[in-house]
């Protein structure tokens, strides 16, 4: 069969999600009396060209410079803390599960993120925002059941834009394609070199792919609020 030029040919025997997984009765089965955590993929800083993504050792994860993953949610969120990171498992001063309202950790107040000085250009270090603004990713390896976390930094929210943007422009959604993952070198305009995300589209899901991911996907996002915000996303 001829295909246009371009056009996305799904494989017909892809390994994600070849059957519907029901994330609540696996977490009652497995982690009864437990609290679910997601494994989470690590970007570099100062400009790494190699991601840490987890491996059979927790302890030791594996280095790669590429991978690909389904999109099956994403969202924005914001995280303030007063000192500068320097490790351990505090939580953020003040955090915002979806990039408008955060929370201060030591009152419970409530303050707008689009009013906040802490969230405008200046108020860190570098000319940068003293609150980051980043993107939670939850993504789904080939052969695996449970997603995985990745955040977006700062740095790369433009470059995620214009992928999605590019996606929307056909008629697609992210959790509608696989999605292959690299990095590239930057800087900023104030000469500091960071990893910047690099994505394209590997290949379009099969229908029977697409039907499991659509409905984990909306199982993660019924749980992405219930996620804390850890360190490794400061």
């Not at 001829?2 to 017909?12: D, M």
């Not at 969120?77 to 030591?106: L, Q």
């Not at 690099?198 to 996002?221: F, H, I």
Request: with cysteine; net charge negative.
């Amino acid at each position: 069969m001829a295909t246009k030029k371009n056009e996305l040919i799904p494989v017909e025997n892809g390994g994600f999600l070849t059957e519907a997984i029901n994330l609540s009765d696996l977490f009652s089965e497995e982690l009864d009396g437990l609290r679910p955590t997601f494994d989470r993929i690590k970007i570099p800083a100062g400009g790494g060209l190699a991601y840490e993504v987890p491996g059979d050792d927790p302890d030791s994860p594996d280095t790669v410079k590429e991978f690909s993953a389904v999109i099956l949610y994403h969202h924005p969120i914001n995280c303030y803390y007063k000192d500068k990171f320097t490790g351990g498992s505090n939580p953020p001063d003040c955090a915002s599960m979806n990039g408008k309202i955060g929370i201060v950790a030591e009152t419970g107040e409530c303050k707008d993120c689009s009013k906040c000085p802490l969230g405008k250009f200046g108020s860190g270090e570098n000319g940068g925002m003293a609150c980051k603004q980043k993107r939670r990713m939850y993504l789904l390896r080939e052969g695996e059941m449970l997603p995985i976390i990745m955040t977006l930094p700062t740095g790369s929210l433009k470059e995620f834009t214009k992928y999605v943007t590019r996606l929307v422009a056909k008629g697609q959604h992210a959790n509608d394609v696989v999605t292959k993952f690299a990095l590239k070198k930057a800087q900023n305009s104030t000469g500091i070199a960071y990893s910047q995300i690099v994505c394209s589209v590997e290949r379009a899901l099969t229908p029977a792919e697409k039907a499991n991911v659509t409905a984990m996907s909306s199982q993660v996002k019924a749980l992405a609020g219930t996620i804390s915000i850890e360190d490794t996303e400061e």
